[in-house]
C-alpha cells in the first residue's frame, strides 16, 4: 500500500518538474520587443529567420544572427503568404498553444495530485498515531498483579465497596444464576491523589485480571469521530481479553453536562460520550467486565453517565483523615530507613488536608534529602525540610497550607450542629462529624433523619433551622460576635429557606396567619417587606435560643471540639460517648 503510494508519488513529481522544465523552456527566452516598422525594415533586409504565427496580439520570431524577437501581430489574411514569399519560415503557434495548454492542464493535475498525496500521507500518519495510541493503552498485567487492596490505605469505605467486586469478576456466572445485576460502571469520585486509580489497579491486582487505563482528555481534540472509534477498539481490546478493569481517568474531559451548548460538550465529545454508553450497554452482564471511571468533578458530569446499567455505583474517594494519613505515611515509609526520632503520628496530625500522593510525596522528598546528605537513616529535619519543598510554590488555596486556626474553627462550627442536633433532636442520627472538607463541601456532619413520617411538623422545620444555625451559634460563642466566618454562607442559605417556607407557604407562623404568602406574592415574596422582617425576626428568635442551647453545654462543646481537633472525624459511636460520659 505504502509502496504504490511512493511510486505515484514519483511519478507525478517527475510530471510537474518535466512540464515546468518545457515551459520555461519556450517562455523564458529572451525575446526583444520591436516596433512593427522595424520588423518589416528586418523583413525586407532578409534578416528573419523564422515567425511563429498565433492568434495573440503579439507575434514571435527569430532572427538570422539567433536571437528573438517580439511584435506587433497585424493580423492580416495575407501576413502569412508574404512571409512566405520572402523566403521566411512561418510556424503555426496553435499547437505550441495547445501543448502549452496541456501543459498547464497537467502542472494543475499534477499539483492536485501532490497535494492529494500529502493528505493521504497525513491520514497515514494519522492512523499509524492511533495504531500507536491503541497500543499504548496501558494494561499492564504484571504490574497490576502485585497491587492489591494492602497498597491502599485508608479509603475504607471505597475498598469495602470495590472489594465486592472482586468476586464478581471472578465468578460472573454464580451472580447470575441468581439473576443479580452486578454494576457494569462504578464511579470514583473525589480530589486528584486520593488514590482513584490505585484503588482500580488494585482491583484488577486483586481479581488478577488485565487493567486496562486510559483518560478522558484523550479523547477530545482528535478528528472527528476518532474519539468514538478509540472507545470501541477499548472495549474491543477488553473484549479480547476476557475478564478485565477498564480504567477511565478524568471521565469528566468527554462526560460533560449537555444542557444547551452552554459550558457542554462539543458534539465530538457528545459522540464520544455516546459510543461509551453504548459499549457499556452492550455488555452482557456475565462478562466479568468492570468499567471504573474517576473524576474530581462528579457536579459538572452528564447524569446519562450515572444512569442505572452505567455508571450506578458512585463512591466517594475523600482527603485522609488524620488515622488514615498515619496509615498511608507508615505504608510509604515501609521500604524507607527511618530514623528512630521520626513520629509518624505527629507528622499525620501536621498534614491536615493533605492527600495520599502529597504524603507519597512527602516521604520521597524526605528520602531525597537523607540521600544526598549521606545520613544512613530519614530523620524528622529531612521531612520537616521536605515538608516545606512539598507545600512550596502550592497557590494559598490549596487546602493542604490551611492554618491549624482554621482547624480550630471547623472543628468548633462543625460540633456546634452536631450537638445542637444531639441536644435537640436525639431522634436523628448524627452518623460522622468531620473537619476534612467532602465534594460536598467544606467540613461537614452527616446526619440521618428518621424517614418515618410523611409529613414534617413545625417542631421539625424549627429544629431544622437551629441545626443550620449551631455552626455560626458555635464560632460566635467560642471566637466572639467579631470572629465570626464566612463558613456559614450555606447553613444561613438553608435556614433562611426553611423559615420563609414555614411562614409563607405552611401558615405555621402564628403573628403571620394562615395566607399562603407564597399563593399572593409568588415571586415578589423575597422583596415583601412583611414577609422579609417575619422571617428575619423568625430566624433571630431561634438563632437565640441555639446559642442558649449551646452555651448551657459548654463543657461538651469544648469537649467534642477538641477531640474533632486530634481526630479530625469523629464516628457515631465515639460522638455518643463522648456526649453521654
Ligand atoms: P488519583 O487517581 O485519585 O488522582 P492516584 O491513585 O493516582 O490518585 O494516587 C497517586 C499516588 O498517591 C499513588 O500511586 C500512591 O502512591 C499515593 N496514594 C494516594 N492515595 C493513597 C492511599 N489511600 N494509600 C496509599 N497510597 C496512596
Ligand atoms: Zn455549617
Not at 349 to 370: C, D, H, P, R, W
Not at 430 to 456: D, E, L
Request: aromatic letters at 8%.
Amino acid at each position: 500500500m505504502l509502496k504504490k503510494r511512493k511510486i505515484i508519488f514519483f511519478v507525478l513529481a517527475a510530471l510537474i518538474v518535466i512540464s515546468a522544465l518545457i515551459y520555461f523552456q519556450i517562455n523564458n527566452k529572451d525575446y526583444i520587443n520591436i516596433s512593427y516598422k522595424k520588423f518589416i525594415e528586418y523583413v525586407e533586409k532578409g534578416n528573419v529567420e523564422t515567425v511563429y504565427l498565433s492568434n495573440n496580439s503579439k507575434i514571435k520570431g527569430k532572427l538570422a544572427d539567433g536571437s528573438y524577437f517580439i511584435t506587433d501581430n497585424p493580423r492580416s489574411e495575407s501576413f502569412k503568404e508574404s512571409l512566405l514569399t520572402k523566403g521566411i519560415n512561418v510556424e503555426e503557434t496553435e499547437q505550441n498553444a495547445i501543448i502549452m495548454n496541456l501543459l498547464t492542464l497537467l502542472l494543475v493535475l499534477g499539483s492536485f495530485g501532490f497535494i492529494g498525496y500529502f493528505l493521504s500521507k497525513n491520514t497515514a500518519k494519522q492512523a499509524q498515531k492511533e495504531m500507536a495510541y491503541m497500543s499504548s493503552i496501558e494494561s499492564d498485567f504484571s504490574n497490576t498483579e502485585s497491587i492489591t487492596f494492602d497498597d491502599v490505605a485508608g479509603n475504607d469505605e471505597a475498598k469495602e465497596s470495590l472489594k465486592e467486586l472482586v468476586d464478581f469478576i471472578k465468578n460472573p456466572e454464580k451472580y447470575e444464576r441468581y439473576g443479580a445485576r452486578m454494576p457494569r460502571g462504578v464511579l470514583l469520585y473525589g480530589p486528584p491523589g486520593t488514590g482513584k486509580t490505585l484503588l482500580a489497579k488494585a482491583l484488577a491486582g486483586e481479581a488478577n485480571v488485565p487493567y486496562f487505563a486510559v483518560t478522558g482528555s484523550d479523547f477530545i481534540q482528535v478528528y472527528a469521530g476518532l474519539g468514538a472509534s478509540r472507545i470501541r477498539s477499548l472495549f474491543k481490546k477488553a473484549r479480547q481479553a476476557g475478564k478485565c478493569v477498564i480504567f477511565i481517568d478524568e471521565i469528566d474531559a468527554l462526560g460533560k453536562k449537555r444542557s444547551g451548548n452552554i459550558g457542554g460538550g462539543s458534539d465530538e465529545s457528545d459522540r464520544t460520550l455516546n459510543a461509551l454508553l453504548t459499549e457499556m450497554s452492550g455488555f452482557k452482564g456475565n462478562e466479568g467486565i468492570v468499567v471504573i471511571a474517576a473524576t474530581n468533578r462528579i457536579d459538572t458530569l452528564d447524569e446519562a453517565l450515572l444512569r442505572p446499567g452505567r455508571f450506578d455505583r458512585q463512591i466517594e474517594v475523600g482527603l485522609p483523615d488524620i488515622n488514615a494519613r498515619y496509615k498511608i505515611l507508615r505504608l510509604h515509609s515501609r521500604n524507607k530507613p527511618l530514623d528512630k526520632n521520626v513520629d509518624l503520628k505527629k507528622i499525620a496530625y501536621q498534614t491536615v488536608y493533605f492527600s495520599g500522593a502529597k504524603l507519597e510525596n512527602l516521604m520521597n522528598e524526605s528520602a531525597m534529602i537523607a540521600a544526598k546528605n549521606n545520613q544512613k537513616t530519614i530523620k524528622m529535619e529531612h521531612i520537616d525540610k521536605a515538608f516545606y519543598t512539598v507545600i512550596a510554590g502550592e497557590e494559598k488555596k490549596d487546602k493542604s497550607t490551611i492554618s491549624l486556626k482554621d482547624k480550630r474553627i471547623t472543628a468548633y462550627h462543625e460540633t456546634g450542629h452536631a450537638l445542637v442536633t444531639k441536644l435537640i433532636a436525639p431522634e436523628n442520627r448524627v452518623t460522622k462529624v468531620t473537619i476534612i472538607p467532602s465534594t460536598k463541601g467544606a467540613g461537614g456532619f452527616s446526619m440521618n433523619i428518621p424517614p418515618n413520617s410523611m409529613y414534617q411538623s413545625k417542631e421539625d422545620i424549627i429544629k431544622n433551622i437551629k441545626i443550620s444555625l449551631g455552626g455560626r451559634a458555635a464560632e460566635e460563642i467560642v471566637f466572639g460576635k467579631n470572629k465570626i466566618t464566612t463558613g456559614a454562607s450555606n447553613d444561613l442559605q438553608k435556614a433562611t429557606k426553611m423559615a420563609l417556607l414555614l411562614i409563607s407557604r405552611f401558615g405555621m407562623e402564628e403573628s403571620a396567619g394562615l395566607v399562603s404568602y407564597e399563593t399572593l406574592l409568588g415571586d415578589k415574596l423575597g422583596t415583601n417587606n412583611f414577609i422579609v422582617s417575619k422571617t428575619k425576626d423568625l430566624l433571630e428568635k431561634l438563632y437565640k435560643e441555639t446559642l442558649e442551647v449551646l452555651r448551657d453545654n459548654l463543657d461538651l462543646l469544648e469537649k467534642i471540639a477538641n477531640y474533632l481537633i486530634c481526630n479530625e472525624t469523629i464516628g457515631e459511636e465515639e460522638l455518643n460517648l463522648l456526649i453521654n460520659h
